[in-house]
Antibody, heavy 117, light 108 residues
């Protein structure tokens, strides 16, 4: 069974840093395109970043230069390193698997990041 | 970057009504368009990919159409369990993999 479990969220002050983790089971993240998607309270879905199976990475303009996506294949875990956090980064962060070009079939439950003083 | 514009932003319809949601891309995206359903407090669920291919297990009252820049999600007969927010997304193309703004569907 495919499962994605995020962790690492919490309360952080503006300008602070946080690292989110997404541990996958039932498949290998190295063979798949893995994404981070966030949803601010009461708002819509916002794509944040992708780590393609070939290792290439891309980011939304809103996080470029501040966030870094990475993976540890030995742990089958995806990460999102977040620096210089802003109040507008407050959201539930989901990891999502792009299943062989058929859309984001698998999603984690998400982890809440709150940026506030 | 390609923008994805959904309309309407919300709608209210009666049980059994035919409901149509549109999504427009600012540039052509072939058929790399997915639709998601998100019920309150839940994780988004993939309904349709490739603009018109129904994801396994999704009721047949849901259908998608379109190619290029204009896409449609149709619910042929609205059911109470369809109350949700629906999002389109361009995928399997050059990032950013943008979502539309969402359409909130309610029962009248």
């Amino acid at each position: 069974e495919v499962q994605l479990v995020e962790s690492g969220g919490g309360l952080v002050q503006p300008g602070g840093s946080l690292r989110l983790s997404c541990t996958a089971s039932g498949f290998s993240i190295s063979d798949n395109h893995m994404n981070w998607v966030r949803q601010a309270p009461g708002k819509g879905l916002e794509w944040v970043s992708v780590l393609y199976s070939d290792g290439s990475t891309y980011y939304a303009d809103s996080v470029k230069g501040r966030f870094t996506i990475s993976r540890d294949i030995s742990k089958n875990t995806l990460y999102l390193h977040m620096n210089s956090l802003r109040p507008e980064d407050t959201a539930v962060y989901h990891c999502a698997r792009d299943y062989y070009a058929t859309g984001f079939q698998h999603w984690g439950q998400g982890t809440l990041v709150t940026v506030s003083s | 970057d390609i923008q994805m514009t959904q309309s309407p932003s919300s709608l209210s319809a009666s049980v059994g009504d035919r409901v149509t949601i549109t999504c427009r891309a600012s540039q052509g995206i072939s058929n790399y368009l997915a639709w998601y359903q998100q019920k309150p407090g839940k994780v988004p669920k993939l309904l349709i990919y490739g603009a018109s291919t129904l994801q396994s297990g999704v009721p047949s009252r849901f259908s998608g159409s379109g190619s290029g820049t204009d896409f449609t999600l149709t619910i042929s007969s609205l059911q109470p369990e369809d109350v949700a927010t629906y999002y389109c997304q361009k995928y399997n193309s050059a990032p950013p993999l943008t979502f539309g703004g969402g359409t909130k569907v309610e029962i009248k």
